[in-house]
């Protein structure tokens, strides 16, 4: 029966879709009628339910004569990552294409090329009932998480998809930072007129990194408005941000009840499986001949963000052409052995740092963890108090007590001072950036 409900789903749903539903499921027993269905999480087991359970009834009825029902569990133990099989190539049309285009949206970020692991799975599924039907279930659908981790590549998908699905729906992806810009401008050269159309007269609007707006009164009030006006039009919002609405500091509270008013989904680090996939499909794409250990071995070498991640394929796959050499795993950790791997960021001790800061820039130990205020000095001892901070794990007041017990207001005040430098100095940022380089190599 599992088998004939999957090619009955596969008739009815798209692509993406049977991969998020009906590949995510597993069916675990038939017993008095009852087919019990295990899947990934709560989300999964409304939509099965709300969605796709009058199929099983049919199906099951047309095999066996006899009324079936469905019950939906949900896995506790989150099975990681199933690869999906490489599909027949679908044509997109022209019109899709164009109109991708258009909204600016990346090519690359589809649900095609989006790998479902563990901590993605949900905001993959959420990202794909609002694509294939937005404005419905969940307005606005917000997805938070770490820089590198998929919210941009899910957030275009949903786009793609809709493009795909309705090739006239009218898509626009800005970051926040755009939005703010536009609006700013309409304003200067009395634009509002058309700001407003432009903004308020979409199908989907997808605003990308909105912890940007923090600070931003006149922008938040605006975006306030456009919100409004789309979200009663039943039009479907996607937001984005490093956190929570509630933890963006200065966001006002309307926006934020209003955010809460949709779904938040988190998107947290992949797990080894799910990393590996991503390497697969991306060597896959890129047609690289990648041995699986070697695979196994990069991603075992970076655990945190899929940037990076795909940073390390790139810097192998360099280092293999330039070496004319095939990629092999011991190649890859020649050309790794320069990033930090993992673990070590608790092996630097504050006293490498001290001591690597004093050699840099020709002063003494105890001149850096004295009290000394002149201007050669101290600019070091807030750097090493900066690079404490940044590359070990210790405490603030645990840093301030090396050097020479300073409190650890002093530390926090020298971090910010210096990551100010960092942004705003360039012979400041290439000196960190330099004692940074002979620390974590
Ligand atoms: P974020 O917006 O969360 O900072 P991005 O969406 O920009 O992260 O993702 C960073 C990179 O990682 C992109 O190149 C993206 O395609 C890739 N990526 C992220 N998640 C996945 C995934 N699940 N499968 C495949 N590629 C991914
Ligand atoms: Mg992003």
Same mark, same amino acid.
């Given at each position: 029966?599992?088998?004939?409900?999957?090619?009955?789903?596969?008739?009815?749903?798209?692509?993406?879709?049977?991969?998020?539903?009906?590949?995510?499921?597993? !069916?675990?027993?038939?017993?008095?009628?009852?087919?019990?269905?295990?899947?990934?999480?709560?989300?999964?087991?409304?939509?099965?339910?709300?969605?796709?359970? =009058?199929?099983?009834?049919?199906?099951?009825?047309?095999?066996?004569? @006899?009324?079936?029902? !469905?019950?939906?569990?949900? #896995?506790?133990? #989150?099975?990681?990552?199933?690869?999906?099989?490489?599909?027949?190539?679908?044509?997109?049309?022209?019109?899709?294409?164009?109109?991708?285009?258009?909204?600016?949206? +990346?090519?690359?970020?589809?649900?095609?090329?989006?790998?479902?692991?563990?901590? +993605?799975?949900?905001?993959?599924?959420?990202?794909?009932?609002?694509?294939?039907?937005?404005?419905?279930?969940?307005?606005?659908?917000?997805?938070? &998480?770490?820089?590198?981790?998929? %919210?941009?590549?899910?957030?275009?998908?949903?786009?793609?998809?809709?493009?795909?699905? +309705?090739? +006239?729906? %009218?898509?626009?992806?800005?970051?926040?930072?755009?939005? $703010?810009?536009?609006?700013?401008?309409?304003?200067?050269?009395?634009?509002? @007129?058309?700001?407003?159309?432009?903004?308020?007269?979409?199908?989907?609007?997808?605003?990308?990194?909105?912890?940007?707006?923090?600070?931003?009164?006149?922008? #938040?009030?605006?975006?306030?408005?456009?919100?409004?006006?789309?979200?009663?039009?039943?039009?479907?919002?996607?937001?984005?941000?490093?956190?929570?609405?509630?933890?963006?500091? %200065?966001?006002?509270?309307?926006?934020?009840?209003?955010?809460?008013?949709?779904?938040?989904?988190?998107?947290?680090?992949?797990?080894?499986?799910?990393?590996?996939?991503?390497?697969?499909?991306?060597?896959?794409?890129?047609?690289?001949?990648?041995?699986?250990?070697?695979?196994?071995?990069?991603?075992?070498?970076?655990?945190?963000?899929?940037?990076?991640?795909?940073?390390?394929?790139?810097?192998?796959?360099?280092?293999? =052409?330039?070496?004319?050499?095939?990629?092999?795993?011991?190649?890859?950790?020649?050309?790794?052995?320069?990033?930090?791997?993992?673990?070590?960021?608790?092996?630097?001790?504050?006293?490498?740092?001290?001591?690597?800061?004093?050699?840099?820039?020709?002063?003494?130990?105890?001149?850096?963890?004295?009290?000394?205020?002149?201007?050669?000095?101290?600019?070091?001892?807030?750097?090493?108090?900066?690079?404490?901070?940044?590359?070990?794990?210790?405490?603030?007041?645990?840093?301030? $007590?090396?050097?020479?017990?300073?409190?650890?207001?002093?530390?926090?005040?020298?971090?910010?001072?210096?990551? #100010?430098?960092?942004?705003?100095?360039?012979?400041?940022?290439?000196?960190? &950036?330099?004692?940074?380089?002979?620390?974590?190599?």
């Amino acid at each position: 029966i599992w088998k004939e409900l999957e090619e009955s789903y596969r008739k009815i749903l798209t692509v993406p879709s049977f991969n998020a539903w009906i590949e995510q499921a597993k !069916p675990i027993s038939l017993i008095d009628g009852q087919l019990t269905i295990e899947v990934p999480s709560t989300l999964h087991k409304e939509y099965w339910e709300k969605n796709l359970s =009058t199929k099983i009834v049919e199906t099951g009825f047309k095999l066996t004569g @006899e009324e079936i029902t !469905p019950i939906f569990i949900i #896995q506790n133990e #989150q099975i990681s990552q199933q690869l999906v099989e490489p599909r027949e190539e679908f044509i997109i049309p022209e019109l899709t294409r164009e109109n991708s285009r258009k909204a600016l949206l +990346n090519p690359k970020y589809t649900f095609d090329t989006f790998v479902i692991g563990k901590g +993605n799975q949900m905001a993959h599924a959420a990202a794909l009932v609002v694509a294939e039907d937005p404005g419905s279930t969940y307005n606005p659908l917000f997805f938070y &998480g770490g820089v590198g981790l998929g %919210k941009t590549h899910l957030m275009h998908a949903i786009g793609h998809q809709m493009l795909l699905n +309705n090739p +006239n729906a %009218k898509v626009k992806y800005v970051s926040s930072e755009t939005f $703010a810009n536009d609006f700013i401008n309409s304003i200067q050269n009395r634009t509002s @007129e058309n700001f407003r159309q432009e903004y308020r007269n979409v199908d989907l609007l997808l605003v990308d990194d909105i912890q940007f707006f923090a600070d931003k009164e006149g922008t #938040q009030e605006e975006f306030f408005h456009t919100f409004n006006s789309l979200y009663n039009d039943g039009r479907q919002i996607v937001l984005t941000s490093d956190r929570l609405p509630n933890e963006i500091p %200065k966001l006002q509270e309307r926006l934020v009840s209003r955010f809460a008013w949709g779904l938040s989904v988190d998107i947290t680090p992949p797990d080894l499986e799910t990393r590996i996939a991503i390497l697969r499909k991306k060597a896959d794409a890129e047609r690289l001949e990648i041995p699986d250990d070697t695979l196994s071995y990069i991603a075992g070498q970076i655990d945190s963000n899929i940037r990076e991640l795909e940073g390390a394929l790139v810097r192998v796959q360099a280092y293999a =052409t330039m070496n004319s050499q095939d990629i092999t795993t011991s190649l890859a950790a020649d050309s790794l052995k320069t990033l930090r791997p993992i673990g070590q960021k608790n092996q630097l001790s504050i006293l490498t740092i001290q001591e690597e800061v004093c050699d840099y820039y020709h002063i003494q130990l105890k001149d850096l963890k004295g009290k000394k205020r002149v201007k050669t000095i101290v600019l070091p001892r807030q750097i090493a108090m900066y690079l404490s901070r940044e590359l070990t794990d210790n405490s603030l007041p645990k840093i301030g $007590a090396e050097f020479g017990g300073k409190d650890h207001t002093t530390v926090i005040h020298s971090h910010e001072k210096i990551q #100010q430098l960092i942004e705003n100095d360039p012979s400041i940022q290439k000196e960190v &950036g330099e004692i940074k380089n002979r620390l974590i190599s």
